[in-house]
């Protein structure tokens, strides 16, 4: 059996598409995310290729999330690969209209959920001096839109916790790095417009956005390097896109 992946966010888009091409590559795969019937659905359909453990918690709660991952069984405790993914935009408003709820979300999913995750982590990377983290920021971390404000801030967050992480990991040898896509066709515009998928399949319509997949490859492509290669930080974008408000559509 190979190795032993924490993939957040396993239920949907790039989590997802990680979990299925880890899965292939027989790594042992501890999936993470709120809907129970999907986490069920991948353990039925995954542990087909693996071995899989599904944890339910959502990763704003600091308790749900540290005893969760701190009774893991004995076979998937040993964590070599955690790849912090869980997140999304709420809403899409200029700053003075903004939903404060949207904002704690965004801060309290994206930015503290990845942090307790990785508290709950590490620990034990710290112990065996190895360990791989990749963090999934974005093109919003690097650079901010308009009306991007909350879920940019969060993204810019990540990049800095990411850079933060590898510094403070470094004495231990565990490697850190960011993937950060831009325009990727998921739920993810779904879940930032409430439901509203006509708004949301707008934003990947007169080209070609990545899939999931593509991204999925890629965190694969990073975490099979050899261990004295670390990919710090990688930015991708569909073709037709050149930065967060050039995008290249044929409409
Ligand atoms: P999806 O909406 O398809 O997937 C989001 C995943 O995060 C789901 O599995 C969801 O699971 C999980 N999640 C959300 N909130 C919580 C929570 N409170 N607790 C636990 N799990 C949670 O979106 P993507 O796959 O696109 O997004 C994945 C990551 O990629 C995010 O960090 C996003 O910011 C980033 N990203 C996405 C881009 C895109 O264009 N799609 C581009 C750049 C970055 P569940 O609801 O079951 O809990
Ligand atoms: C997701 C990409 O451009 O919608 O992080 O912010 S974008």
Redesign the pocket.
Known sequence: MGKTALI?????????ATAALFAKQGFKLIL????QE?LEQLQNELGRDTAIFALN????NREEVFSAIGNLPKEFSDIDILVN?????HGLDPIDKGNPDDWDAMLD??VK?LLYVSKAVIPKMVDRKSGHIIN?????GKEVYPNGNVYCAS?HAVDAINQGMRIDLNPYGIRVGAV?????????S??RFKGDSDRASKVYQGFQP?K?EDIADIILFVVTRPYHVNIADLIVMPTAQASSTIVKKDL
């Open positions: 957040t966010g396993a239920t949907s888009g790039i989590g997802k993470c995310g709120r809907r999907r918690f959502d990763v704003r993914n869980a997140g999304n935009a999913i994206n959920g999934i920021g974005s093109t919003a993204k950060n896509p831009g325009l990727v066709e998921t739920e993810f779904e879940v990545l999931p």
